[in-house]
């Protein structure tokens, strides 16, 4: 039968494993078997210190107190030992003892448990301790007998299977200090013929210092104050992190109205270069008809000029006289035309003007609006600034919190 000495995968459950009320109010119980309960006071505020690595320092030297954690020399010393056997075989009439010894006795606790895979056995289990004359028995004489195969449960050492046909535990004397021998007894001496299949799973726990019950029941109040720190964090977080959402929405918006705005003030900027530039060119062809019509006075004047010199030779020249008059007739009816065609230019220079000073009155109502929108994105924009730099402020203290939790966890036992 192989004898092994297997670290548990999972520590052992103690009383002040689990956070309790008692703890969040900076009370908590050592959990000792012997029914007494000490209670110790913590008030241990983390608020009290700096949020920087060397208040996190300070903060864990008073959890810590005359008990400095160092996770090499505490880790071993709260590592149960699980010795274990499997269908183990007591042979007919013979009974078989097996020897577990416990090099810290003092307080520490032995749990035990028992499955028979078919019939029964006797068992008991016997203390002794060096210098003692005669061993103690610890667990009297008594019989197991196995239970049906179909009764499942979790077993102590962390394995599902069979049911614990008989277990239980105890707690060494305080005073026990000399080397102890822990002895299995497995009897099938009154069986004539039949064999018996016996498993076993024995688990020693070290005892536990009081400075270290002491630093535990410390750091377990102070984390109950560390995680409500950590949940208003989180809390701050999780609103900054709305506000920004909305600031950003609000930021967007006005950005789009904004962008509509500009978009509508480069139209209206278009639109005015294109009527500056029809009024340029009616303004043009009003001088080109004005140069025009000069033209056709002058000329009509030379020409009146020379109806006056040639009146007295009028008769001679009637043949030319009614020729002159027909052309002084034409260029009547030319300056006629261009005269309606200086009027008729004149108004749509007067029209272009009146478009124009409309399209100025449009531009400056949008420019107008879009300054007081530009106003509005400004103080959206800094509401934002002031959101983020509250949302790093409580990101950095959620991080803080995290990192004092995770280290007084390393504190529990």
């Known amino acids: 039968v192989e004898q092994h000495w297997i670290p548990s995968a999972n520590k052992t459950a103690y009383p002040w494993t689990n956070m309790t009320a008692a703890a969040a109010n900076g ?22 210190f700096p949020q920087t690595p060397d208040g996190l320092t300070a903060f864990l030297q008073q959890i810590d107190g005359p008990c400095p954690y160092d996770n090499d020399s505490d880790a ?27 090099l810290e006795p003092q307080s520490c606790r ?22 003692q004359p005669a ?30 046909d008989a277990s239980g535990s105890f707690t060494l004397d305080q005073d026990a200090t000399s080397p102890t021998t822990l002895l299995l007894v497995f009897d099938n001496a009154y069986s004539w013929y039949t064999p018996k299949f016996v498993s076993y799973t024995v688990t020693v726990t070290p005892p536990i210092s009081t400075d270290r019950l002491e630093r535990a029941e410390r750091a377990k109040a ?13 809390e701050v977080v999780a609103t900054s992190d709305k506000t920004a959402q909305r600031t950003a929405q609000v930021v967007e918006q006005q950005q789009s109205k904004v962008d509509t705005w500009q978009e509508q003030v480069k139209v209206c900027q278009t639109a005015e270069q294109e009527q500056l530039q029809a009024s340029q060119t009616v303004q043009q ?90 106003t509005q994105l400004r103080a959206v924009q800094q509401e934002r600034d002031a959101a983020d730099v ?24």
């Open 27 to 48: 009370t908590m119980s050592n959990g000792n078997d012997n029914g007494t309960t000490t209670t110790t006071s913590v008030m241990i505020d983390p608020k009290a």
């Open 76 to 102: 071993p010393h709260s590592t149960p030992a699980v010795y274990q056997a499997t269908r183990m075989e007591i042979l007919a009439g013979y009974h078989k003892e097996i020897s577990i010894p416990l």
């Open 110 to 131: 032995v749990d035990w448990e028992i499955r028979v895979d078919e019939d029964d056995i006797d068992f008991r289990l016997v203390q002794s301790a060096a210098g």
């Open 135 to 164: 061993a103690v028995p610890t667990v009297p004489v008594q019989r197991v007998r196995a239970l049906s195969s179909s009764s499942t449960t979790t077993s102590k050492s962390g394995g599902g299977g069979k049911a614990a």
């Open 222 to 234: 102070a984390l109950s104050k560390v995680l409500v720190s950590a949940v208003a964090a989180q």
């Open 285 to 374: 062809q009003c001088h080109d008809l004005e140069e025009r019509i000069a033209s056709q006075k002058a000329r009509l004047a030379t020409e009146r000029e020379q109806l006056a010199k040639l009146e007295q030779a009028i008769r001679e020249l009637q043949m030319e006289h009614r020729v002159r008059t027909e052309e002084t007739a034409a260029l009547q009816s030319a300056i006629a035309t261009a005269q309606h065609d200086f009027q008729t230019a004149t108004a749509q220079s007067q029209d272009a003007q009146a478009l124009w000073d409309q399209r100025q009155a449009q531009r400056r109502q949008l420019e107008r609006e879009a300054s007081a929108d530009v």
């Open 390 to 413: 509250a949302h790093g402020a409580a990101v950095s203290e959620l991080d803080f919190l995290e990192r004092t939790a995770d280290a007084l966890r390393l504190r529990f036992v």
